[in-house]
């Protein structure tokens, strides 16, 4: 296969366009460079030439002055800035304009943010999902009928990277849900989705490849001993040195497979493509709960797929341009 111009949409740390009273996490899902220079080994690797095209805005104003370079396929690591529909944007111009691109659609990538319509979707293929409602007001929280006992969990119905989470997500009463959900509608413009607490052991799934798609290893996922939320999720809101981990899993052969199995009907339901990561929790009887798809996933080296690098004993780059390969498979470009 011919060296191939590889553009990358991508919306790096520092540059979202922040409004007066924004949250101080409303960019927690843009990207550090180190995830770009990652992709550009991983693409070099396999014998392409990526091309740094920018956000959706500098695609949509490349576009629109007749300005975009050469490029024969395109990889979308962007978040957008606002709305549920924000990681569509890109796939959405890059398929305007006739480019083919790796990753899942715009379809996918808007369904499986609204957290409430992926946990709808992935249930109808037999995965088990936490009982939720979603809140759009303080009002409705005063006096709504509750998806569980408490404790409840409380976070933005439609972003991702744990934005909008912090210890006090987790609550023990009506009080401090109408809080709670008061906050989120208020800093995130967004309702809030209202969900049982599950206390047990968290778990993320990789998934990789098409017909048939693939898991990689299981990975747990540290808990904040206090709150019992994941630590990711929490640690940037704690005072420094105050984080305590705890990982209370065991993972055992019947559980990696029980994990696996939901994960691939989740990718599978949601029409995923080329690589994912399904997040789990158990319940206190250890029976497993769907918590979010993310096709999006961040390909940052600190991140997942440096971590089972890391356990496969080879680079991040390496384990990056199989997932990569995968892709141009599909689109028949490899």
Same mark, same amino acid.
């Given at each position: 296969?011919?060296? #191939?111009?590889?553009?990358? *949409?991508?919306? *790096? *740390?520092?540059?979202?366009?922040?409004?007066?009273?924004?949250?101080?996490?409303? +960019?927690?899902?843009?990207?550090?460079?180190?995830? #770009? $220079? =990652?992709?550009?080994?991983? =693409?070099?690797?396999?014998?392409?030439?990526? $091309?740094? #095209?920018?956000?959706?805005?500098?695609? #949509?104003?490349?576009?629109?002055?007749?300005? @975009?370079?050469?490029?024969? $396929?395109?990889?979308?690591?962007?978040?957008?800035?606002?709305?549920?529909?924000?990681?569509?944007?890109?796939? $959405?111009?890059?398929?305007?304009?006739?480019?083919?691109?790796?990753?899942? +659609?715009?379809?996918? @990538?808007?369904?499986?943010?609204?957290?409430?319509?992926?946990?709808?979707l992935v249930a109808t293929a037999g995965v088990p999902v936490v009982p939720q409602r979603s809140l759009g007001s303080a009002g409705e929280a005063e006096t709504t009928a509750l998806p569980a006992c408490f404790p409840l969990f409380v976070k933005p119905r439609w972003e991702g990277t744990a934005k909008g989470i912090r210890p006090s997500s987790r609550v023990e009463d009506r009080a401090a849900l109408v809080r709670e959900v008061a906050r989120i509608v208020a800093d995130y413009d967004q309702p809030a989705l209202v969900e049982a607490f599950l206390p047990g052991a968290e778990y993320t799934v990789t998934v990789v490849g098409n017909a048939p798609a693939r898991a990689l290893p299981v990975l747990q996922r540290a808990l904040d001993a206090e709150s019992g939320i994941g630590l990711h999720a929490v640690e940037r809101h704690l005072p420094p040195g105050a984080a305590r981990p705890r990982t209370p899993g065991t993972l055992g052969g019947a559980l990696e497979r029980e994990l696996v199995e939901l994960a691939l009907r989740a990718y599978t339901a949601l029409e995923c493509r080329d690589f994912a990561r399904a997040d789990f929790k158990l319940d206190a009887q250890g029976r497993a709960y769907f918590l979010e798809m993310n096709p999006l996933p961040t390909f940052d080296p600190s991140g997942s797929f440096g971590i089972l690098a890391e356990l496969e004993g080879r680079a991040p780059e390496a384990l990056v341009a199989e997932v990569l390969a995968l892709g141009l498979a599909r689109l028949g470009l490899a």
């Open positions: 296969m011919a060296s #191939l111009a590889f553009g990358l *949409l991508f919306d *790096l *740390l520092g540059s979202f366009p922040r409004r007066p009273g924004d949250p101080d996490d409303i +960019d927690a899902e843009f990207e550090p460079e180190a995830t #770009l $220079v =990652l992709l550009e080994s991983a =693409l070099r690797a396999l014998g392409h030439e990526p $091309v740094r #095209l920018g956000s959706p805005f500098d695609l #949509l104003a490349q576009l629109g002055k007749g300005e @975009l370079p050469p490029i024969d $396929v395109a990889l979308n690591v962007a978040e957008g800035t606002r709305g549920r529909d924000r990681e569509g944007w890109a796939p $959405v111009l890059l398929q305007m304009a006739g480019i083919p691109a790796l990753g899942s +659609d715009a379809l996918t @990538l808007s369904a499986t943010l609204d957290k409430s319509w992926a946990a709808a």
